[in-house]
């Protein structure tokens, strides 16, 4: 079964408000990946995290790993429709060449 | 986008009958996969493959087999279609192992099950 868990499941925000979402694996990862899907498209790569306690930001979004590997998290500060969409996480398990995903979380803003 | 092509992007097939998706691409890479999409489950790793000729199982590999007889194509063999393969299925690709290098996604193919 699947032991990349991702919590929500979906979320609805006002424009501007801020989004978290979280991704636990009960196993320790390597690295950790995150990719955004919009409504009808494909799994687009966003970042790579790899040391313990990492933090990466681009632009609102900030990237966290966490000090024991196990657990990650993705924040968007003040949303924006642009931001629509749903949002992996990724990581090896067992096997470097196996990614295993997330459920993903569902991010819906309204204007 | 990197260059990945799957075909077709949309079929529907009778139960029972075996189906094919390609994935081709331009970039040289390695390694490619075979995920499929399914409400509530994320995307899920059906096979991959690290080579021409190499492949491995995936977590949803049961009824489905592939083959990499070039670099430039993966395909995904439905053996003998159920309902319960109805999904959006997508192929991926990565320069090095997914665990090293970011993941390129094709555009997904669509397949129903009758």
């Known amino acids: 079964g699947q032991q990349v868990m991702q919590i929500p499941q979906y979320q609805h925000v006002q424009e501007g408000e801020d989004f978290t979402t979280y991704c636990n694996s009960s196993?320790?990862?390597?690295?950790i990946q995150w990719y955004k899907q919009r409504p009808g498209g494909h799994p687009v790569f966003l970042i790579q995290l790899v040391k313990s306690g990492e933090v990466k930001k681009q632009k609102r979004l900030t990237f966290q790993f966490g000090e024991a590997k196990k657990n990650s998290s993705l924040h968007i500060t003040a949303t924006q429709t642009t931001d629509v969409g749903t949002y992996f996480c990724a990581g090896p398990l067992y096997n470097f060449n196996k990614f295993y995903f997330g459920s993903g979380t569902k991010l819906n803003v309204k204007p | 986008d990197a260059g990945i092509t799957q075909s077709p992007r949309h079929k529907v097939t009778e139960t029972g009958t075996p189906v094919t998706l390609r994935c081709h691409q331009t970039e040289n890479h390695r390694y490619m996969y075979w995920y499929r999409q399914d409400p509530g489950h994320g995307l899920r790793l059906i096979h991959y493959s690290y080579g021409v000729k190499d492949t491995d199982k995936g977590e949803v590999s049961d009824g489905y087999s592939v083959s990499r007889s070039k670099t430039e194509d993966f395909l995904l063999t439905l053996e003998s279609a159920t309902s319960s393969q109805t999904s959006v299925y997508f192929c991926?690709?990565?320069?090095?192992?997914?665990?090293?290098?970011?993941?390129?996604f094709g555009q997904g193919t669509r397949l129903t099950v009758v």
């Open positions: 196993t320790t990862l390597s690295n």
């Open positions: 991926a690709i990565s320069e090095k192992g997914q665990g090293a290098t970011e993941a390129f």
